[in-house]
């Protein structure tokens, strides 16, 4: 018993300790795609470093809203990580709590107050933004149902711990149809929800065009490090739900030992550089979509969940 | 992986996955703006329909599938993109269809309710014929067919339309060959060099069309007297 809690605080502590270097590689590669050196894969660190040492200016006229937001910004990630196989295959302490609907749920949640606080200053770029992220926020609700919905239909479960077993047993099951399409899918909507490229530009500097970012503008010091660092967090959570949750369980550990947990921790990094690398290239070769072009992209990613269910009940 | 249940198995699911793409691809066709991408997406379809009879042909020992894979390889990837760029003018190609009749997403939407029809419209043919000729072919070939049916309907440029009526044409095969194994090779080559023959017309036709009028617009062929505007002012203006 004690040894699931001390897993699940470790998988807690993998979470914290390598989103920033997630995010750090994440540019490295870009920029070298760009042919540019960049910017060291520990500069993000360095960023959060920095930020949290240094003074922090609230608006007067903002309320308790954009005071306590940073720290739910925060604390969501980390409370989905306490959810969800970062590193083992089996339930640890706290996985009993909600299944991936209510994780679903949580990162919502934090992406809801964050909506508020950018409303809250009346800063004129954080409602255009809060505005814009909740178009592709109710935009991507139904490919995320629908996600639900045929993951719920082919395994029988939202749980993440049965869910990835579904995949691997028998192995035809990794080539069934509705996997790989669901699969595409989700891609599409980690683009949406982490603002990457197609979607939204995360390195763009241009206020007017920004949607995920400009809800952040307001924020210093303290409260901007922890706002950056939670975005980090939900990206890396995202990652870690598709990677081991809806590809395989393949690299997590097995059995109830600390060795093979430890063990776990550089292969899981492995899958996901893998997957980075697939987000370079993606964000790399496309551009971004104007705004109102945006519903097509989310139509598509809608498009391909369904087909993912009716080729269910095709097979059937 | 040498047990033979798992190969078919596995077999099995390569052949749902082609299908599950075929859809996608079909999807594609319904929606993708240029008409360069439209063909991209036709020749992806006939690959994954070579795909599919080159498996089942696989998983039944059928030597007549591998031929319809064949010539589907031959005919479709090669030698009708061939006859179109022969033929067509390549303004045409590059164009980009700014209007269809229904915006995108609407469309989509009726794409997907024609999909699941298709699935509601086979489930009783499947009930008719032996189990070893049920599947996902048949289903996914129904859908095919209704998307297809669906691109002529909504697309308003040359180009596309002659790509929905192939894709309806791949999405019959695509049900075929599940359904007829023993189709003799004669007859599949019948009708690719009937889907050949079909290409080539309509291509003359869209290059002729275009020589008159300078566009392909199909949608806006309702006007194809040049004068229309000078005698009618009030037609024109409606």
């Known amino acids: 018993m004690s040894q699931r809690i001390l897993f699940n605080l470790l998988q807690v502590l993998v979470v914290l300790v390598f989103a920033p270097l997630v995010a750090g590689v994440l540019n490295r590669l870009k920029e070298i795609v760009q ?45 989905v990580t306490l959810l969800i196989p970062v590193l083992t295959s089996y ?97 599409m909507l980690i683009l949406a929800e982490a603002g990457r490229i197609p979607v939204d530009s995360p390195s763009g500097h241009f206020e007017l065009a920004m949607i995920d970012e400009s809800k952040a503008l307001e924020y210093s010091g303290k409260s901007a490090a922890l ?37 776990a921790i550089p292969l899981v990094l492995f899958k996901i550089l893998i997957f980075v690398l697939v987000l370079v290239v993606i964000e790399s070769s496309l551009a971004k979509l104007r705004l109102f072009r945006i519903s097509e992209f989310l139509g598509s990613a809608f498009i391909t969940s369904v087909a993912a269910m009716i080729m269910r009940l095709f097979a059937l | 992986m040498n047990d033979p249940q798992t190969t078919l198995s596995v077999l099995d699911s390569l052949n749902t996955l082609a299908g599950g793409l075929f859809l996608l691809t079909a999807f594609g066709i319904v929606t993708t703006r240029q008409a360069k991408a439209t063909l991209t997406l036709f020749i992806t379809q006939s690959l994954l329909l070579a795909a599919s009879a080159f498996l ?25 993109p061939w006859i179109l760029r022969r033929t067509v003018h390549e303004e045409v190609y590059t164009r980009r269809e700014i209007d269809q009749v229904l915006n995108i997403p609407m469309s989509l939407l009726i794409a997907l309710a024609l999909a699941i029809l298709a699935y509601f419209l086979t489930v009783p043919l499947q009930r008719a014929v032996a189990v070893e ?35 309806m044409e791949n999405g019959a095969f695509f049900a075929g060959i599940s359904l007829a194994r023993t189709l003799p090779l004669l007859v599949e080559l019948a009708i690719a060099t009937d889907g050949l023959i079909i290409v080539f017309i309509t291509a003359v036709l869209i290059r002729a069309v275009h020589q008159h009028i300078g566009t392909t617009e199909v949608g806006s062929l309702a006007q194809l007297k040049e004068q229309v505007a000078e005698e009618a002012p009030e037609e024109a203006v409606r």
């Open chain 1, 91 to 187: 339930p640890l302490f706290f996985a009993f709590m909600a299944d991936m609907v209510g994780g679903g749920f949580v990162l919502a949640l934090g992406g809801f107050f964050k909506a508020l606080a950018a409303v809250d200053t009346a800063n004129p770029y954080g409602p255009m933004g809060a505005s814009r992220t909740r178009m592709v926020g109710f935009l991507a609700e139904p490919v995320f149902i629908i996600v639900f919905f045929t993951v719920a239909f082919v395994a029988d479960s939202t749980i993440p711990y049965i869910v990835q077993k579904r995949w691997m047993s028998p192995p035809a099951n990794f080539l069934e149809p509705s996997h790989v399409l669901l699969m595409a899918a989700f891609v």
């Open chain 1, 227 to 263: 706002m950056k660092w939670g975005g980090q967090m939900k990206l890396f959570v995202l990652l870690c739900i598709f990677l081991n949750v809806l590809v395989t369980p393949w690299g997590l550990a097995e059995k109830l030992v600390l060795g093979e947990v430890l063990l």
């Open chain 2, 133 to 167: 000729f049920r599947g996902s072919n048949v289903p996914i070939g129904f859908a095919g067919l209704f998307l297809g049916a669906y691109t002529l309907a909504v697309r308003r440029e040359a180009v596309p339309l002659l790509i929905g009526l192939l894709a």
């Open chain 1, 35 to 79: 042919s540019k050196r960049g910017p060291s894969v520990f500069q993000p660190y360095r960023d959060l470093w920095k930020l949290f040492h240094k003074d922090e200016v609230v608006s007067e006229e903002s309320s308790w809203i954009f005071r306590v937001t940073p720290y739910i910004a925060f604390v969501t990630p980390i409370f």
């Open chain 2, 56 to 80: 089942l042909g696989l998983r039944h020992g059928s030597w007549h599938l591998y031929g319809v894979a064949l010539v589907n390889v031959i005919a479709k990837p090669v030698l009708i």
